[in-house]
Structures are given as C-alpha cells and as structure tokens.
C-alpha cells in the first residue's frame, strides 16, 4: 500500500512559485516600479544628461539580457527581425523613452507619466489607419482622453514647459506607432524582442545624444548612478520579467493594467518623494485620459 495521500486527504501546499503567489506579486513590480521610474529618470538626469542616460540604460539591460538568453541556448534573430526590431526599438525606447528623458529636464515626473499615459489613445489612432476602424465606444473613449491631453496640457505642469509638453506627445505618438507597426511584422521571439530591441534603440540613442551635443559626466553624483542602476535592473529587467510573466498567465486587460495605476503611482511618488507639485487641472487631465483609455480598453476587450 501506497504512503502517498489520496488526492482528497492531501494537504494544498502553497510555494512562491504557485500562481496564486506571482501574480500578485508580479502586478505590485509592474504598478510600483515602472510608477517609479519617472522619478528615477529624474533623479539620474542631476548628472547625467537625457539621451545618454538613455542609452545607458538599454544597452546594459540589453547587454544583460542578451547575454543570459544566449547562454540558455535562445537563438539569434534573423537578419529580417534585426531590422525590425531596430525600427520598433528606435520608436519606442529611443523616441519613446528618450524623449520622456528629455522631457522631465524640465516637466515633473509625474506629469510626464500621466502625459505618457495618453499613447494608447493615438494607438487607436493608428489603428484605425490599419484599417480596424474604431467602435461607438472607443470614438467616445478617443474623444474624452483627448480632452483630458488638453486639460493637461491647460495645468501649470506642461504650460510652464511648451518644449517638453511637446516632447512628451511626441514620445507618446513614437510608443503607439511602434507598437500598431510591430503587429505585423516579423519580430524577434520571446524576450530575444525586448534584448534586441534594446540593443537597437541603444544605439540610436548613442547617435541623438552626439548629435545633441552630450557627453558623459567626469565626476557623476553618486545618487545619479544609484538611480541608474535601478532603471537598468529594476526598471528594464525586473519589471520586464514580471510583465512577461503576467502576459502569458492572465487575460490581456488584467497584464495591461499597469497603464491606469502607473500615473498615480507616478503621482504620488513625485508629491511624496520628490517635493513635486500637481494642480488642479494635471489632476482632473489625468482622471479624464485614464476614464478615456479604460473605455477603449473595455470595448477592446468585448470585440475580443
């Protein structure tokens, strides 16, 4: 006789490995750690100046990764998923992330989080150029989170900044452009995207900074390196890992959730932490774009 239990008088065990375990935990590394990457950019920019900071931090993150994947035996992209990923890599962390960089020299990071969270908005745009013309409800869900970019736009966070406030639409239309183009295109697998995406964007960004005129700090503040750091291991890797993980465990709207807590994480990082300053109309800008994305995202997901 068996000393094994009967499926029915054995005790569940509950492991860190169990589901019920990393899902929770990998949502609170998406909504917390990439709500604090804003300020981290902000706090890194003391020293180190936009675009290099940029780039920095995706080609170690993307060195890293590179390197681990290739070691577990990942294979190489194709020389077509090489071109495509330097595309999608150079729209959404170089355009995308490097402009956020270089918006936040001069607009706060919470702002800038709540500005980025309008991209969703343009890729339905973007969408619709493709051909997936948009329902009753996403026409109105585009209509009211585009009011709240220009009540955003009307707060003392981007008014103050024209040139940032433009950097950061920019940085948005770059994110939605890659993503709907990346769709239908033969990309990397796995997290071979996101290496050589990384990879790709880092040496775009390298070419902007030149062209912008950066160089690398002589004597960079420590807290500035620190703050680096994070966005390389934290910020690119750690959260990645738990988004991929989340993506490939849960229903699509619950893994993209991170987009409506990510700005008030952001928020509440930069009142708290940074000394920051949210008005009136940056408050009610972000409750309006996030009221418009989660109706896209609902209709999204009922013709799903």
Known sequence: MSDAASPSTQAPTTTLGDPRWLVPLS????????????????????SYPPFLLAALRFAIAGTLLFTILRVRGVALPTRRQWR????????????GNGLVCFAEQSVSSGIAAVAVASMPLFAAVFSSLYGERPSRGETIGL?????????????AGLS???????????????????????????????????AAQMLCAAVAL???????????????????????GYLVVFGSIVA?????????TVRPALATSYAYVNPPVAVLFGVALGGEHVGPFDLAGMAIILVGV??????????A
Not at 27 to 46: D, E
Not at 240 to 248: D, E, G
Not at 294 to 303: A, D, E, P
């Open 206 to 228: 390298i070419i902007i900074a030149l062209l912008h005129g950066e160089r690398l700090p002589e004597h960079p503040q420590w807290s500035a390196t620190f703050a680096l």
């Open 294 to 303: 989660g109706i896209i995202t609902m209709m999204r997901t009922r013709k």
């Open 143 to 155: 209509a009211l989170g585009f009011v709240g970019v220009v009540v955003l736009n009307l707060g």
């Open 27 to 46: 949502l609170l590394a998406m909504y917390v750690i990439w709500g604090s990457t804003y300020l981290g950019i902000r706090y890194a920019l003391v």
């Open 240 to 248: 990645f890992s738990a988004y991929l993980y989340v993506l490939k």
């Open 160 to 194: 103050g900044s024209p040139l940032g406030a433009a950097a950061l639409i920019v940085a948005a239309i770059a994110w939605a452009f890659g993503s709907v183009w990346s769709k239908g295109q033969d990309m990397p697998k796995g997290p071979m995207n996101t």
């Open 84 to 95: 495509n990923a330097a595309v999608v890599g150079t729209l959404l962390l170089a355009g």
